[in-house]
């Protein structure tokens, strides 16, 4: 049986920046098992498979897998895939620019905005379908250290020490003195369980200097035993990060805005937009936004 497919970049407006995303269309009959063989077949971070919508006033079901396992929720995946059925649906004669869709993932309905901007490329902006909420406390800043190659005196900046917190998936948050620091961060994998095995063995390792102005932190994800040695933009991870954005910043009641770098030192610069609003000391609600554009599309001969 042919299936489409698309590879798009995600959190980009350029081809061969950002974070590269397989969506497989047309995936209905698939099995976790066939799934799991295509997403180690592309071999990219994360891939796509697009089913019928369980309920159907939503737009599409969603599930999602990294060359080692499937995901309950992730940024880059929902934005890319919003995207292209959008730009789908315009070229299918809608003549709708903008789309509003509900993706099913497994962690919830997800509500998202997609807006075509020209031929192959779009935007997406989607509500987090969880608040981030803490997991308990981080593995001390030793560890932590020995694990990405620093010295302990380097993590952390201001307020900032590690955190862990999950909004659909767990991270261990790593705050860092600058770019220099985290630009030398190289995870040990033998001693990676160690530092990080209550936190789903995922860090996302940030500081606030950033490459350019106007941006807000600068990150790295790293995942080895998700099968991702290196991410260049992390949805889930930023989802999370509210939670620690908002404890050791002390956010004020109002909208609050950022724009988070990722991908600079693997040559795939990522722009993840993040928003939250905050009433007291709660988020009440919290969106991520991201460019996507199409670089290829083909047909997988899969029974």
């Known amino acids: 049986m042919k299936r489409n497919y698309a590879i798009l970049d995600v959190f980009t407006d350029r081809p061969l920046a950002g974070n590269p995303l397989a969506v497989v269309l047309d995936a209905g009959g698939l099995d976790e098992g066939q799934m799991q063989a295509i997403a180690r077949e592309f071999n990219l971070s994360e891939t796509v498979f697009v089913t019928p919508p369980q309920n159907p006033v939503h737009s599409a079901r969603l599930r999602i897998f990294t060359p080692a396992r499937e995901l309950p929720f992730a ?7 919003a995207v292209l059925l959008a730009l789908r649906a315009f070229a299918d004669g809608s003549g709708l620019e903008e789309s509003m869709l509900v993706l099913e993932e497994a962690v919830g309905p997800v509500r998202c905005g997609a807006f075509v901007k020209g031929e192959g ?7 987090l379908p969880r608040e981030s909420v803490d997991l308990g406390p981080a593995a001390d800043k030793e560890a932590i250290a020995a694990t990405l190659g620093l010295l302990p005196a380097e993590i952390g900046f201001e307020n900032h020490q590690p955190s862990t ?14 770019l220099a620091v985290i630009a030398r961060a190289t995870p040990n ?3 990676w369980g160690e530092a990080f095995r209550l936190e789903g063995a995922a ?3 940030y500081c606030r200097e950033t490459v350019s102005l106007g941006h807000h ?7 080895p035993t998700f099968g991702i040695a290196e991410d260049p933009a992390t949805g889930s991870a930023i989802a999370a990060l509210t939670g620690a954005i908002a404890r ?16 600079f030192e693997m040559g795939r610069p990522s722009l993840v937009g993040l928003e939250m609003d905050v009433d007291g000391e709660r988020i009440v609600a919290a969106r991520i936004a991201g460019d996507a554009v199409i670089v290829a599309t083909g047909t997988l001969s899969i029974d």
């Open 121 to 127: 490329i779009g935007r997406a902006i989607f509500d």
């Open 75 to 81: 940024g880059h995946p929902t934005v890319g895939t």
């Open 248 to 263: 050791f910043d002390g956010l004020p009641s109002g909208a609050h805005r950022y724009i988070i770098e990722q991908g």
């Open 217 to 223: 932190f600068h990150g790295r994800m790293f995942a």
């Open 203 to 205: 860090a996302f390792v």
């Open 189 to 191: 994998i033998a001693a």
């Open 165 to 178: 917190f999950t909004a659909g998936v767990p991270y261990a948050f790593v705050p860092v003195r600058d």
